[in-house]
C-alpha cells in the first residue's frame, strides 16, 4: 500500500516544561467531574505513548518510503514528549495527595503485557505487529479528535481554569492534530486492510472509552479535596458529561461517538480532523512550545562549556527580530535581512558570527552572519534549502516571510578571523568555502581586502547557479588575483592539495563547507603541513550532540548484531551505531525525547541526559548524548 497523506509538515519533538507549583488539584474552578475527566489523560497517556514508541521502533525498519519514515521518526520524538509531560502531571497529583498508582499499574500492565510483544506466539508475530499497527491508528483517531476539539473549546477561559494545565492540553493536541496522518499512513503503507481497520476500531472504541469512564470514577473516588458524601454527589453520570460539554469543558457525547462511524469510511484520511495551520498557529505562541527553544539552547550551550565563555554572556540576550527583506541569493538559498522588531540598534559582530535562530517549533538553528559588521540596523544571513535535513532550513524558506517575526541570540563567534585574538606571522589568509559555506567566509574576506591584506580564496559549488554572492565575491577582487571558483558541473572536484601549495606557508587556513571538502582540505593540511590547524566552521551540529562533550574514544559492541565499533572522541554514540545500523531510530538528538534508548547489557554509561530515571539509567542509556565511563560498552542492538 501507498501514503496517502496530501498535507504535509516536517515532524519534530519540541521540549517543553509545566511548573505545576500554583496549579490546583480542581484545575476547573468548582467542578471535579470536568477536572477529573480531563485527568483521565494523564493516566492513560503515558503508558499508552510509550507503547506506540515501542511498536514502532520495531515497524520502522519495514517502511520503505522515505518521507513517511521521517514522519515516523517525528512521531516517535513528539509521543515520547507527551508521555514525559503527562507524567509530571501525575507527579503533580501525587504531590497534592492524589495517588494514581493503582490505576497507572493496571494501565502498564495493559500496554506492556496484554498488547505486548509476547502476547501472540513466533509464528503470529508479524499479524501481531500489523494489529497493534492497527490499534494505534485507531486510537490516533481519537487522539486527533480530542486535539481539534481542544483547540476549539474556549470554555476553559470562561469558567477560570488554570492556564498550565490548558497549556499542556493545547500543546498536546495540537501536536496531535499536527501528527494526525502518521498512524493511518503507517497502517496503509504496511497493511491498509479495510476489515483490520473495521476490527480494531470496534475493539478500541469501547475499551478506551471503559477505561476513561474507570479514570474518572477512580479519580473522584480518591479525590482527597471531597467528603464521602461530595464524592458520591461527584460520581459520573452522563447529565455531567453533557452539562460539561455544553460549557466546552469536556469533548460532547456527538463527537466522540460520530467519530467511529467517520473513522469507518472507505475514504475516510485524518487530514479531515482538524487544521494544521491551527495547530502551528497554536504552537508558535503556546507558553510552554515558546519556552522550548530557550530549553533546547540552554541544553547546547552546555555542550560547547569548553570554550564558551563569550558564548554564555551572549546568549542571555535574546532579540526579537523582523524579516524587513528577503530574495533569492542563488538556486535554493533564501537571503534574510533581519531587523530589530522596535526599530532599534542591533548588537555588534565580527567576521565569523552567527545567530541562533529560535524557531516556532523549537527548533534552534544556527546561521552566519554574512553581511557588513559595521551595518548596525540589519543583519543578513543565508539559508539553503536542504530536503535531507532535520527540518531548520525548511521552516526558514517556509515561515520567515518579508514581515514575520523571529526570535533568537545575540550573535556569537567561534569561528574568528583571528583564532584566539592573534593574528599569524604572515598576516596571509587561505580561504576555502563549500556553497553555502561561503556565509561565514565572506566577511573575513571582505575585511582583509579592505585592510588590503594577503589572501586567496577557493569558492567551490555545484554550478555558478546555485553559488551565492558571485558578484560580492568579484568586486573584491576586481583583478581577478585572489579568487578561483570551481563549479563541479563543468570543473570536476577541486584539486586541494595544489591549491594549499600555493598558498603561502605560513597563511591561516579557514574552511567552511560539508564534511568531504573538509576532511579532505585537513588531510591535505596535514601531509604538506603537519603541525597547522585549520580553523573550521562546521554546519553540522549534530555530530557533536547537545551534552555529548569532547571525550576519549569507546569501543562498543552491538550484541544482537555481531557488531563492534569504535567511536571516535567527537563523535556520539548514536551517529557511529547509525553508520552499521541505520534505522536505529532517533529524533532530538539532544536527550529529551527518549526515541534512542538502549538498553545496556555490559559496561557503565556516563549518563548526560535529563530524562531517565535512576531505575531506568540502570539498564539503559540515551546514546544520543551519553557515553561510557570505561572503555567499553555492550549494547542490546
Known amino acids: 500500500m501507498t501514503t496517502v497523506s496530501t498535507e504535509h509538515n516536517a515532524l519534530r519533538p519540541r521540549r517543553v516544561a509545566f511548573d505545576w507549583q500554583d496549579t490546583p488539584l480542581h484545575w476547573v474552578p468548582g467542578d471535579p ?16 505513548e510509550r507503547w506506540f514508541v515501542e511498536v514502532y521502533k520495531q515497524v520502522l525498519p519495514l517502511i520503505r518510503d522515505q518521507r513517511l519514515r521521517d514522519d515516523v521518526i517525528g512521531f516517535i520524538g513528539q509521543e515520547s514528549m507527551h508521555a514525559q509531560a503527562h507524567s509530571t502531571g501525575l507527579d503533580h497529583l501525587v504531590a497534592q495527595g492524589l495517588d494514581p498508582a493503582p490505576y497507572t499499574a493496571q494501565m502498564d500492565w495493559f500496554f506492556e503485557h496484554l498488547l505486548g510483544d509476547d502476547t501472540a506466539p513466533p509464528p503470529a508475530r508479524k499479524w501481531w505487529l500489523l494489529e497493534r499497527v492497527a490499534i494505534i491508528a485507531a486510537i490516533e483517531h481519537y487522539t486527533a479528535v480530542l486535539g481539534k476539539w481542544v483547540l476549539d473549546a474556549r470554555g476553559f477561559e470562561r469558567f477560570g481554569a488554570d492556564p498550565t494545565m490548558v497549556d499542556l492540553l493545547r500543546w498536546h493536541g495540537a501536536e496531535e492534530v ?9 497502517f496503509q503503507h504496511l497493511d491498509g486492510g479495510y476489515g483490520r481497520r473495521l476490527r480494531t476500531m470496534t475493539v478500541v472504541f469501547p475499551t478506551m472509552f471503559w477505561l476513561w469512564v474507570r479514570g474518572v470514577k477512580f479519580f473522584v473516588a480518591n479525590d482527597p479535596e471531597l467528603s464521602p458524601a461530595q464524592r458520591k454527589a461527584a460520581e459520573p453520570h452522563l447529565r455531567d458529561w453533557v452539562r460539561a460539554a455544553r460549557a466546552e469543558l469536556v469533548p460532547a457525547p456527538r463527537d466522540v461517538f460520530s467519530a467511529v462511524p467517520r473513522y469507518m469510511r472507505r475514504r475516510y484520511h485524518p487530514t479531515q480532523e482538524g487544521s494544521t495551520a491551527k495547530a502551528l498557529a497554536y504552537l508558535a505562541g503556546s507558553p510552554a512550545a515558546r519556552a522550548a527553544a530557550s530549553a533546547a539552547e540552554a541544553v547546547s550551550a552546555a555542550a560547547s562549556a569548553a570554550a564558551a ?25 533564501a537571503e534574510l535581512r533581519l531587523a530589530a522588531a522596535d526599530g532599534g540598534e542591533l548588537p555588534g559582530w565580527e567576521p565569523g558570527a552567527h545567530l541562533d ?26 539559508v539553503r534549502l536542504t530536503e535531507d535535513s532535520r527540518g531548520g532550513s525548511r521552516e526558514v524558506h517556509k515561515a520567515l516571510t518579508e514581515g514575520a517575526r523571529i526570535s533568537a541570540h545575540a550573535p556569537r563567534n567561534r569561528f574568528p578571523l583571528h583564532a584566539g585574538g592573534a593574528t599569524n606571522e604572515s598576516g596571509a589568509h587561505f580561504f576555502v568555502a563549500g556553497g553555502i559555506g561561503i556565509t561565514p567566509i565572506l566577511p573575513k574576506v571582505r575585511e582583509i581586502a579592505a585592510l588590503d591584506g594577503d589572501w586567496q580564496l577557493l569558492y567551490v559549488g555545484r554550478s555558478r547557479s546555485s553559488m551565492p554572492f558571485l558578484d560580492e565575491i568579484s568586486a573584491l577582487d576586481p583583478e581577478q588575483r585572489h579568487v578561483r571558483l570551481v563549479t563541479t558541473d563543468l570543473d570536476g572536484l577541486p584539486d586541494l592539495a595544489a591549491a594549499l601549495a600555493a598558498a603561502p606557508e605560513s597563511a591561516a587556513v579557514h574552511v567552511c563547507g560539508p564534511e568531504p571538502l573538509m576532511d579532505a582540505l585537513v588531510a591535505a593540511l596535514a601531509e604538506q603541513r603537519p603541525g597547522t590547524q585549520a580553523q573550521l566552521e562546521r ?62 547489557l555490559s559496561g557503565s554509561p556516563d549518563h548526560r541526559d535529563e530524562l531517565l530515571t535512576e531505575r531506568e539509567r540502570a539498564d539503559s542509556m540515551l546514546i544520543c548524548v551519553s557515553r561510557s565511563r570505561g572503555d567499553r560498552l555492550v549494547l542490546d542492538l
Open 357 to 382: 535562530l529560535l524557531l516556532a517549533s523549537g527548533l534552534v538553528r544556527q546561521y552566519s552572519l554574512c553581511g557588513d559588521p559595521a551595518d548596525r540596523g540589519t543583519y543578513r544571513i543565508a
Open 309 to 333: 565563555a563569550l558564548a554564555t554572556e551572549s546568549a542571555a540576550v535574546t532579540l526579537e527580530l523582523v524579516v524587513a527583506g528577503r530574495r533569492e541569493a542563488a538556486e535554493g538559498v
Open 33 to 48: 467531574f470536568s477536572t477529573h475527566m480531563i485527568n483521565v489523560l494523564h493516566l492513560l497517556l503515558p503508558a499508552g
Open 178 to 186: 499536527e501528527h494526525r496522518s502518521v498512524a493511518f499512513d503507517v
Open 539 to 600: 554546519f553540522h551540529p549534530a555530530e557533536h550532540p547537545a551534552g555529548a562533550v569532547t571525550d576519549a574514544e569507546v569501543e562498543v559492541e552491538l550484541a544482537r548484531s555481531g557488531v563492534s565499533l569504535t567511536v571516535p572522541a567527537d563523535r556520539s554514540v548514536l551517529r557511529a551505531v547509525r553508520e552499521r545500523l541505520p534505522d536505529t531510530p532517533y529524533s532530538c538528538e539532544q536527550g529529551f525525547c527518549g526515541t534512542c534508548r538502549t538498553r545496556v
